[in-house]
Structure formats: C-alpha cells, structure tokens
C-alpha cells in the first residue's frame, strides 16, 4: 500500500519562497509520473505540476516561471520549489501520481499560506 506524507509548507509573506516535499512508501518510485496538486478553500483540486519518470516537467500557466518540480529517487521523494509566491497560491498542496484518477490514496497535504 502505497502512503504518501507531505511536509515543508507553511506561512510565507506575498514574494517569498518554500520548498514543499512529499516521500512516498510501498512503490516503485522511479517508474511513475508525479505531480503536486493543490486545493483552496471552495475550489477542486487542481494538478499544478508534473515530472515523468525520465524528469520532463510540465507545468500549468498560473504557476510557470515560479514553481519547479524535481525528484529523488534514490529517496522516493518529490519536491516543489515555490518562488515569487503569491496569495492565490494559497491553498493544501499534496502529491500523488498522475492520472485520472490519480492512481494512490491521498495524503495529509501541507498547508501553504501566502499572506501579508
């Protein structure tokens, strides 16, 4: 069984940075696309982030120039640097697999604030 256990968000200040990661248990790590999803308060979550297997990322328009998604396979953990953050980045991240439906159970999630 697959667990997933997100860590590193936090309250951030309009401009500011985190680095929000995710390690994963009970899988073959390095075989699967990953993504970082996020959910604000009211609105469904969203896929924000991907990285294939081979590490090709795809990113979509909101967060692109300002977030980067990188893996560690060695320590089955994804990352999402977030820079120039804003309050509409205001949301709990998680991350999971890509698919539809993604193919894991969710996580906690790790809130992240943006606020000034």
């Known amino acids: 069984q697959v667990q997933l256990v997100e860590s590193g968000g936090g309250l951030v200040q309009p401009g500011g940075s985190l680095r929000p990661s995710c390690a994963a248990s009970?899988?073959?790590?390095?075989?699967?696309?990953l993504g970082w999803y996020r959910q604000a308060p009211g609105k469904q979550r969203e896929l924000v982030a991907h990285i294939s297997s081979a590490s090709t990322t795809t990113y979509v328009d909101s967060v692109k120039g300002r977030f980067t998604i990188s893996r560690d396979n060695a320590k089955n953990t994804v990352y999402l640097q977030m820079n120039s953050l804003k309050p509409e980045d205001t949301a709990v991240y998680y991350c999971?697999?890509?698919?539809?439906?993604?193919?894991?159970?969710w996580g906690q999630g790790t809130q992240v604030t943006v606020s000034s």
């Open positions: 009970g899988t073959r790590f390095r075989i699967y696309a």
């Open positions: 999971n697999g890509v698919g539809s439906p993604p193919p894991w159970a």
